[in-house]
């Protein structure tokens, strides 16, 4: 956490935040100092509660500290995968393809071989390979998980048409319970569009009808402008089925 030392320090200064103030009721104001200098390190609670002291996000601190986040290979990901759709070129499918491949090999990261595998499938399904890829392997993790969180949610989007109507129900249901009221975040409004088009598709209209009704029971007290969206889009298109 050297960095993530120098780093909490320049933004303390440069909030004009004395380390007395930074450190009260969290840590000693020493035990901050060595943690800036880079002496120490300090657990992830006591950090996100000085980061709340001085006004920063985790988020933007994470940021700033140029550590790959899951967040940001996940978005950088999806860009690279909507690029890849839309110009449909060998050379960019294999750049992303071998891209992905040396990193599972440099880190043995699990996402990283996992969007290996998505990247080689979809290039196979777009220019009508015969050879087909299998999502075995990410169909598995997801089946082991028994929690999907943030990771989980994105990957099932590109895969979810190999998942069981009877599976992505009790996902389902066990989102909705956890979540509560709230339901606007952009991998679960993501995954239920998504389920809803494979429901949709595959003539399950019982299934559809049960998701579309448990969403807007979850979502319609609230005002949160991408729910709002979403319940227009249920609208629509409950009428055509």
């Keep these: ?14 909030k004009e935040i ?10 000693s104001p020493q ?70 491949q040396r990193l599972w090999h440099q880190t043995k990261r699990s996402c990283y071989r996992h969007f290996q595998l998505l990247a080689e499938y979809y290039y196979a399904q777009m220019n009508n390979h015969t050879h087909r890829v299998s999502l075995r392997e990410i169909i598995e993790f997801l089946l082991t998980a028994d929690y999907w969180g943030k990771y989980e949610l994105f990957i099932v989007n590109y895969v979810s048409f190999e998942i069981s109507s009877d599976l992505l129900n009790v996902k389902i249901e066990s989102i909705i319970r956890r979540t509560k009221n709230d339901l606007n975040t952009y991998q679960i409004l993501d995954f239920f569009m998504v389920t809803a088009g494979v429901f949709f598709k595959r003539s399950e209209y019982d299934n559809f009808i049960k998701l579309v009704e ?19 889009f249920i609208d629509y298109i409950v009428p055509i089925k």
């Design 1 to 14: 956490m050297n960095n993530f030392g120098e780093l909490y320090r320049r933004l303390r200064k440069g």
């Design 18 to 27: 004395q380390l007395k103030e930074a450190a009260e009721g969290i840590m």
């Design 31 to 100: 035990a901050v100092s060595k943690f800036e200098r880079g002496d120490s390190n300090i657990t992830v609670s006591n950090l996100l509660l000085l980061l709340d002291k001085i006004n920063v996000s985790y988020e933007e601190f994470f940021e700033l500290s140029n550590v790959e986040s899951l967040s940001s290979i996940i978005k950088t990901f999806e860009v690279e995968m909507d690029w890849a759709s839309a110009e449909n070129l060998y050379f960019e499918w294999q750049k992303l393809i071998k891209k992905y």
């Design 214 to 232: 448990s969403i807007q029971l979850k979502m319609a007290p609230q005002k949160v402008i991408t729910n709002l969206f979403f319940l227009l």
